[in-house]
């Protein structure tokens, strides 16, 4: 069944119009037609299924048939992501998105090589905030992760912001598995953390004094393996270890 995306306060009512571009990929992409049933998302836990009522060159009307409330997982991840070369970010904010993170946070660090300027960074924000949405378009998640702005590490920690579990990793000595945090974590309150942050370096990893301040903040570095993962790999791999031990079931 195909899915669709339209925000919180356009799809309040039984019967709405799709906006011009999602209009425009179900009735020339997609060619759904009229009295067929479609998936409608709204990225904040709503699940609609949806009649066709007009499929038109600019406008698509669908009736709801059934609404659902699917509720978020029980723990929120954040991605602190170093912005790598090209357009890597894009596939690691699509892989994020699938493997349930709540946030991405997309870091300006010493070593990386974009540099933005306020036009330039809100546009960024919102390409890879649509990035997202196709994602959930294409997974079925109900929950629509936000993609912030671009910031510095130094201006991420300037708000001082609380995790039950924040990680980083790391290529320094030192760096542990996860399983060792996640361990001691369960150890020490007997539950899984609620909230959780992973630090994504860039190519060449962050600068010892940027992991020096996110240790000072709290971060707890984890070792990703004996072999140098390139940035999308390294994320990708994180945020599925953090799924099997955020879901893994209560002994």
């Not at 119009?17 to 709204?42: K, Y």
């Not at 993609?147 to 130094?154: D, K």
């Not at 996860?178 to 909230?195: C, G, I, L, N, V």
């Not at 010892?208 to 791999?237: F, K, M």
């Amino acid at each position: 069944m195909h899915r669709f995306y339209l925000p919180p306060d356009e799809c309040k009512t039984d019967a709405f119009f799709l906006n011009e571009p999602e209009a425009h990929h179900a009735s020339h992409v997609l060619r759904i037609r009229r009295s067929e049933q479609v998936t409608l998302l709204d990225g904040q836990g709503s699940e609609l299924l949806c009649e066709v009522q007009t499929c038109e060159r600019k406008r698509v009307k669908l009736k709801v048939v059934e609404r659902k409330s699917i509720p978020p997982l029980p723990f929120q991840i954040t991605l602190l992501q170093a912005i790598p070369k090209g357009k890597i970010i894009e596939s690691i904010i699509q892989k994020a998105t699938e493997l349930g993170v709540a946030r991405i946070v997309p870091l300006l660090t010493e070593r990386v090589t974009t540099r933005l300027d306020d036009d330039r960074a809100e546009q960024k924000n919102d390409k890879w905030q649509h990035v997202a949405i196709e994602a959930i378009k294409q997974c079925g998640a109900a929950w629509l992760p936000k993609v912030e702005s671009p910031i510095t590490p130094a201006e991420f920690l300037s708000r001082n912001e609380s995790f039950e579990l924040p990680l980083i990793g790391s290529l320094q000595p030192g760096s542990r598995h996860p399983r060792e945090y996640f361990d001691a974590f369960r150890s020490k309150h007997q539950r899984t953390p609620r909230t959780v942050c992973i630090w994504i370096g860039p190519e060449g990893d962050f600068t010892e004094g940027e992991i020096s301040a996110a240790q000072a903040s709290g971060a707890l570095p984890i070792t990703l393996g004996r072999l140098v993962l390139r940035v999308e790999t390294a994320a990708t791999y994180c945020l599925s270890v953090l799924n099997y031990e955020l879901l893994a079931p209560s002994a």
